[in-house]
DNA sequence: TGCGCAATCTTGTCTGACAAGGAGACAAAA
DNA sequence: TTTTGTCTCCTTGTCAGACAAGATTGCGCA
């Protein structure tokens, strides 16, 4: 049995697929400001593909939510409401308390040190003030959740909705004070875990994603302008031209 | 001042969006089995439009789980598992319990006695055991619940998730007994709605979609193969050809 | 019966084309 | 000066056709 002694071939990177992840990782991490346009021809010789491909990548960033088109207008770079955005944290409280509770209940001795593992690398990178490290190491931290529960289902959600909230937790999470108040409460969901109270970790977890939401929509009060509404246009970043300049 | 007194155009169809919407209710529908292939050049023939078009088309379907694609080989009608339609009940739950107990706090007499308008119809297509027109309706009862809660994550992801398990809520509340057990636990949820009593609500919601799971649970039971893993191909529907036949 | 190879499909990608909707510039009219 | 009409340019939506390379299938052969 060969079986677990080799992984299985990564499948050919479709053209359509490598574009996808390119662009979403650049409005994920913001090199693309939200509100820019996105013009195929701009993608095209960006990405240096045809007009086919980039069309068949904007219907799955148009689906995944990052970037909504107009008929005839063309896709423009979500911009996170403050209503979305506390949309996005209440749903992503609800999942990560059922995962929590689901890991308490199943995980082994090893998997709930594997957790504890990448807590005290989040710690770590807390240390040296690294933001936009720690939201990754957190992601990971889920990701281990996910991969111990084999909740597919939540996983996809998560993931979708962690790519739309990512740019807005890093900035929460560079409020001074946060990050001290999320390893605490991170602390005490692991404290839970240990002692196997799947109940109290939910609950934590609930609570600990709610306080990060509070937090979030803090940094959005200042600026934010609750909904697009119909008319008005251009503001600010949306005449932005697209920044194709940080992708290889 | 004119705004407030006209309402904005509907933008005009596209063709890409009608053929998702028509493949997407054929699927749904269980107009297309399981399994099937959907090959490019039938649906372009089919749907009497372009592969540009239909492949556009796939993207979206893709990315809303309704079909999975394998570079490649082309996209097939998902096929639900047992453990996938078991995390969508479960989310299911997570997120109606969310909007009942929103809906509790929120809604005005009349949005209440809306709702129960929606049940009164429920119940009268019950009376003539018309299935598929019942789940129509508590679809319509989830509308309502979103439109006034005005939780648009939510109804996103409640769209998706309903769109893959329909077929399977169709067929689990024609299980005997399964009926009249719905209308009471909504009738249950409602009087704690009129109570105002939004936490027994959530609770009574999210039990009635676990029960609901495991009628659904049960009926996948007798003919369901978990996992499709790997090598195997060709369980039965997956080799029948593509079927338009219902599509105009 | 089982295997290997060639013929046939099918997908992935590109190119080029064109109609029609939207946006901005600019001139004419009130 | 503000409003309206017109023109041009840009961009999207859609189509048709082409071709390489990976998947399937069926057939002949052992």
Known sequence: MIAGALDTLAPPQLVRERAFEEVRDAIIAGRIAPGARLIERELCA??????????????????????SVEPRKGPTVMALTRKDAAEIYEVRALLEALL?????????????????????????AAATDAVSEIVALMLR???HLVDVVRHDVARDLLR????????????????????AASLEEIGAI????????GARAGALMKASVEHARDAALEQLATQDTDRPSGKRRGSAASRRPTDHQGSR
Chains 1, 2 share one sequence.
């Open 46 to 67: 960006a990405l240096g593909i045809s007009r086919a491909s980039v069309r068949e990548m904007i219907r799955r960033l148009e689906a995944e939510r990052l970037v």
């Open 100 to 124: 929590i509770e689901r890991f308490t209940a199943v995980a082994s001795g090893d998997e709930i040190a594997h957790l504890e593992r990448i807590f005290a690398q989040v710690r770590a």
């Open 141 to 143: 931290f889920n990701d």
């Open 160 to 179: 979708q909705l962690n790519a739309r909230i990512n740019f807005l937790r890093i900035r929460a999470m560079a409020k001074p004070g946060r990050i």
């Open 190 to 197: 692991l404290d839970a875990v240990r002692g196997r109270d």
